[in-house]
C-alpha cells in the first residue's frame, strides 16, 4: 500500500464548541444520512444487477464444455473426413451445428483456423528442424496475438497424397473438424509472417469462397503455373469449397485420373503435375465454373511473398518504421500483448503511402522461403543453402522484433537469432 504525506502535516488542536454549533452539525448529520439511504435506495432499482450471463455482449467466451446430446453429422457412421468420400448439404450441417453451440455463434464469419504442416520424420538437413520450429513458433505467435487457432499436421491423412499434395486432405479435415472456423488458411511450413499486426481484409471477401496470391496476367494470358502460389491460401469452410477441393484432389496422386491430367498439365504448362499447376490450371480452364465470383487471385498484398524480392528490404523496412514512431507517441507507447491489434490500427494511417508488394516499405505481410527447401535442404540451384539460411534467418528475427517488443527486447542484428537488447524507455525516441 502506498501512504502518502505531507511535510506540514500536523494533529489538530482539540478545541470545544459551542451548544449552537453541535446542533448544526447534528442537523447536517440527519440529512446526509437520509440523502445516502435515498441515494442508494434509487440506484438499487434503477441500476441493472450484475449476473454471470454474457448474452448481451458481442462476443462472449466459447463454451468449450458444451456439447448437447442431440444428434448432428457427427453421429452419421457413414460421415468421412477423407477426401475420397463426398459430404453434401455441408452448409445447412455447420449451421445446425453452431445453433447447437450458440458461443461460438458471434464473429463467426470472421473466425480464422490457419492449418500448416511438416514431413513426419526428421529432417534430412542438419538445421531443418531448427528452422521449421522457428517457423511455427511464428505462425504460432501471429495466431495469440490476433486470436487465431492453429493446427498443425505431419502425418499423411491419404497416403496417396504425399508431397506438395498432402495439403488438400489435411484442409478437408480441418473443415470437418472445425465447423464453427468460417476461413481455413493454408501456409506451407517455409512461409513466416513479416507483418505482426497486419489483417486479413475479409469485408472485401465477401463474395469469394478461396483467394490466392499471384498475377491474372501471368496465369489468364501467359498461362504459366508461376502466375500463383499455392504456398498461402484462404477457403471459405463452405459446401462450395469441399466441392472444389474435390476436384482439386482428382488430379492427384491419389485419383485414377492422376495420369490422364499429368499430361494436361504437362502439355498446357510445360511444367509437371503438382498442386500448383493443377490449381493454375482449374483457374485457367474452368473460370467460369470455379471463379466467376468465388475465387480471386489477390494482387493488392503479400498473402504469400516470393523471399527473394524481399528480405534485402527488411532493414530499410525497420527504418522507415522506428522513423514514423519517433513522430508518434502513442505508437511508442509500452503496452501488453493483448492490445497489440490497437496500435496496427493507430499505424495504420501513417502507411498511406508506403505503397505494397514489390518496391513498397511497407512490412511484407507473409514472405516464403519457396525454394529453399529448409527441411530436405534440395534447394533451388539458383540459391546457396547458406544464402537461404541466412535470408531465412532476417525474416525470422525481423518478424519476432515485433513479438519482443512487447516483451522489451529486440534483435539488434537481423542475423543473429540469439542475442537480443533490452529496449529502453519511449524507444524510440
Known amino acids: 500500500m502506498v501512504v502518502f504525506s505531507h511535510t506540514n502535516w500536523r494533529k489538530p488542536t482539540i478545541r470545544t464548541f459551542d451548544r449552537p454549533s453541535i446542533f448544526l452539525a447534528g442537523a447536517l448529520s440527519s440529512l446526509l444520512i437520509l440523502w445516502t439511504f435515498f441515494f442508494f435506495s434509487t440506484q438499487t432499482q434503477t441500476q441493472p444487477t450484475t449476473t454471470t450471463c454474457n448474452c448481451h455482449q458481442p462476443d462472449p467466451a466459447f463454451n468449450l464444455q458444451s456439447d448437447p446430446p442431440i444428434s448432428t453429422f457427427y453421429d452419421d457412421p457413414n460421415f468421412s473426413y477423407t477426401i475420397n468420400k463426398p459430404i453434401s448439404n455441408w452448409d445447412q450441417k455447420r449451421q445446425t451445428w453452431l445453433k447447437l453451440h450458440p458461443s461460438f455463434a458471434p464473429s463467426s464469419h470472421t473466425r480464422v483456423l490457419i492449418v500448416t504442416g511438416s514431413r513426419s520424420t526428421p529432417c534430412k538437413s542438419r ?239 507473409v514472405t516464403h522461403f519457396a525454394g529453399c527447401q529448409p527441411c530436405n535442404g534440395k534447394h533451388n540451384p539458383l540459391f546457396t543453402g547458406e544464402g537461404c539460411r541466412d535470408a531465412m534467418n532476417k525474416a525470422l528475427n525481423f518478424a519476432d522484433n515485433q513479438v519482443l517488443r512487447n516483451y522489451g527486447f529486440v534483435h539488434r542484428n537481423l542475423s543473429d537469432p540469439s542475442t537480443v537488447s533490452p529496449l529502453p524507455f519511449d524507444y524510440p525516441a
Open 127 to 365: 538445421t531443418g528442424d531448427h528452422f521449421l520450429l522457428r517457423f511455427y513458433r511464428n505462425k504460432v505467435d501471429y495466431c495469440r496475438i490476433h486470436g487465431y487457432d492453429i493446427f498443425y499436421n505431419n502425418v499423411l491423412l491419404d497416403p496417396k497424397m504425399a508431397s506438395c499434395w498432402a495439403k488438400i486432405s489435411t484442409v478437408r479435415a480441418a473443415m470437418v473438424a472445425h465447423p464453427e472456423a468460417e476461413w481455413i488458411w493454408w501456409l506451407d511450413e517455409d512461409a513466416a509472417f513479416t507483418d505482426m499486426e497486419f489483417k486479413i481484409p475479409f469485408d472485401r471477401y465477401k463474395d469469394y469462397n478461396f483467394v490466392v496470391h499471384g498475377w491474372p496476367k501471368e496465369v489468364y494470358v501467359k498461362k504459366s503455373w508461376l502466375g500463383l502460389n499455392a504456398g498461402s491460401f484462404l477457403i471459405r469452410n463452405c459446401q462450395w469449397s469441399i466441392d472444389f477441393l474435390e476436384k482439386w484432389a482428382d488430379m492427384g496422386p491419389g485419383s485414377v485420373n492422376f495420369e490422364k491430367w499429368a499430361e494436361v498439365l504437362l502439355s498446357e504448362f510445360k511444367h509437371e503435375s503438382d498442386d500448383q499447376t493443377a490449381l493454375a490450371y482449374l483457374l485457367l480452364k474452368d473460370h467460369q465454373k470455379w471463379v466467376g465470383k468465388k475465387m480471386l487471385i489477390e494482387t493488392g498484398y503479400y498473402l504469400e511473398g516470393y523471399w527473394v524480392l524481399i528480405v534485402d528490404t527488411l532493414k530499410n523496412i525497420t527504418e522507415r518504421y522506428l522513423e514514423i514512431e519517433t513522430k508518434a507517441g502513442m505508437l511508442r507507447r509500452r503496452h501488453a500483448e493483448k492490445v497489440s491489434e490497437r496500435y496496427g490500427v493507430l499505424r495504420e494511417p501513417l502507411l498511406k503511402d508506403a505503397g505494397n508488394e514489390f518496391g513498397s516499405w511497407r512490412r511484407p505481410f
